[in-house]
């Protein structure tokens, strides 16, 4: 009998949403920021220069989301965009007030990442590392099969 308690990708999907909702409480009641323009933000810094058509893989958040992420970051004035016809191709950079923010946010992710894995003794940490490594990469060869 199947049960979805004890099925990793929905526990693995749990886990991740709440996480992910925890810090995105505190960022968004800080910064204005929803999870999304949050990711889109922290790729764009990493990336940079980098087009929206590049930021879905990082992200694996769909087109739409990334287009209405990337407006809103780009009216708040976080981003600047380079000129050119296709939105997906222009080059996005993050403008001062967008590393200042980037600045900020940053060591609030770390934080709930610090308190997270402190529940964890060093050895725990050593195999969640090796496991989450391991997950990915199977995860990653079975989707091109």
Not at 129 to 136: E, G, M, P, S, T
Request: proline share 3%; hydrophobic share 40%.
């Amino acid at each position: 009998m199947f049960d979805l308690e004890t099925f990793l990708p929905y526990r693995l999907s749990i886990l991740s949403q709440t996480i992910s909702g925890l810090v995105a409480r505190e960022y968004e009641s800080k910064f204005g920021l929803s999870m999304n323009q949050w990711r889109c933000l922290v790729i764009i810094h990493a990336h940079q220069p980098v087009t929206a058509k590049e930021i879905a893989p990082l992200t694996l958040l769909d087109k739409m989301a990334i287009s209405r992420a990337i407006k809103i970051l780009e009216k708040r004035k976080l981003i600047k965009t380079s000129k050119g016809k296709d939105a997906r191709s222009r080059m996005l950079n993050l403008t001062h007030v967008g590393n200042k923010i980037y600045e900020e946010v940053i060591p609030i992710a770390q934080k709930y990442e610090t308190s997270l894995l402190s529940s964890l003794t060093d050895k725990q940490q050593s195999a969640l590392k090796a496991i989450i490594n391991q997950l990915l990469q199977e995860a990653r060869e079975l989707s091109v099969k």
